[in-house]
């Protein structure tokens, strides 16, 4: 059975700094690119960013870019997330995923159940 199971999220101030795990278990991703979304109530889940099979390629959303990086580590089948400058826009929660090539939210495969980041002004 495929899990996703994210940690690292929390309470921050405003310009701050977390940085989000996702251990991934039931099978290997090796091969498959991995991600980041986030959702605020009442809205859709968005996509954040995504790192490449092999790590070599990264892509990231307009809203992120520049503040965010994301990273993976094949042989502990993880991937990261670290989040500097932080904004209260960033507040929502965030969920591991392993996206098809689209990257889009309905192409998502598998998801984590999700963790929570606050960001306070």
């Known amino acids: 059975q495929v899990q996703l199971v994210e940690s690292g999220g929390g309470l921050v101030q405003a310009g701050g700094s977390l940085r989000l795990s996702c251990a991934a278990s039931?099978?290997?991703?090796?091969?498959?690119?991995m991600g980041w979304f986030r959702q605020v109530p009442g809205q859709e889940r968005e996509f954040v960013a995504a790192?490449?099979?092999?790590?070599?390629?990264?892509y990231y959303a307009d809203s992120v870019q520049g503040r965010f990086t994301i990273s993976r580590d094949n042989a502990n089948n993880a991937v990261y997330l670290q989040m500097n400058s932080l904004k209260p826009e960033d507040t929502a929660v965030y969920y591991c995923?392993?996206?098809?090539?689209?990257?889009?939210?309905?192409?998502?495969?598998?998801w984590g159940q999700g963790t929570q980041v606050t960001v306070s002004s």
């Open positions: 995923a392993i996206p098809n090539a689209s990257l889009s939210r309905a192409g998502v495969k598998y």
């Open positions: 039931g099978r290997t991703f090796s091969s498959d690119a």
């Open positions: 790192v490449s099979w092999s790590g070599d390629s990264t």
